[in-house]
């Protein structure tokens, strides 16, 4: 799993996430394990990382925009294996498979969000998020990523999502004494 602070250095990042989860950051809460994802539409070329929850279903999944920190976004996902399965595929079957599936679940929401982080009082990294301004292009990507996804793309969100994982304080509490 990538580090809260590696992700907040990416800071504008587009969130998708199921309509199972209340907003945002709550993939993030569900998440277990990442993988690199890497999608090819014709020319356009989408990265991201999908997050699974225990179950190992799709419960979060970031994808860097041009307003993203590249620099950043390959330090962050350095370390995360490549995705497994066809979900890395953008076959015209992949792409409809993946459209009906989210709308018999209900369709997922997408978000652009600026990530940050805040170290609390015992030193943990809370994952705290923003609704984010992206540049024309960013926004145009985002429409185009977010419609390949078939997730509703919610340009303006609320002004602050402050959904605050604490990721050290569970996995301390998963360590074995």
């Known amino acids: 799993m990538p580090a809260p602070?590696?992700?907040?250095?990416?800071?504008?990042v587009l969130c998708v996430y199921p309509p199972r989860h209340r907003d945002a950051l709550d993939g993030w809460l569900h998440a277990q394990r990442a993988e690199r994802l890497l999608r090819r539409d014709g020319e356009d070329r989408c990265e991201a990382v999908l997050f699974r929850d225990r179950a190992g279903?799709?419960?979060?999944?970031?994808y860097l925009l041009p307003d993203s920190d590249f620099l950043a976004w390959d330090d962050a996902i350095a370390a995360l294996p490549a995705c497994r399965g066809g979900e890395a595929r953008s076959s015209a079957w992949a792409r409809l498979r993946r459209r009906w599936l989210r709308r018999l679940r209900g369709p997922w929401q997408a978000q652009i969000l600026r990530l940050q982080v805040l170290a609390d009082e015992a030193g943990h990294c809370i994952l705290l998020a923003?609704?984010?301004e992206p540049s024309a292009l960013g926004l145009a990507?985002?429409?185009?990523?977010?419609?390949?996804?078939?997730?509703r793309l919610h340009a303006q969100a609320d002004a602050c999502c402050c959904l605050a994982s604490r990721r050290s304080d569970r996995a301390e509490a998963a360590a074995p004494a």
């Open 5 to 12: 602070e590696h992700l907040a250095a990416v800071a504008t």
């Open 57 to 62: 279903r799709a419960c979060w999944c970031l």
């Open 130 to 132: 923003d609704r984010a």
């Open 141 to 151: 990507h985002a429409r185009r990523i977010a419609a390949a996804e078939g997730a």
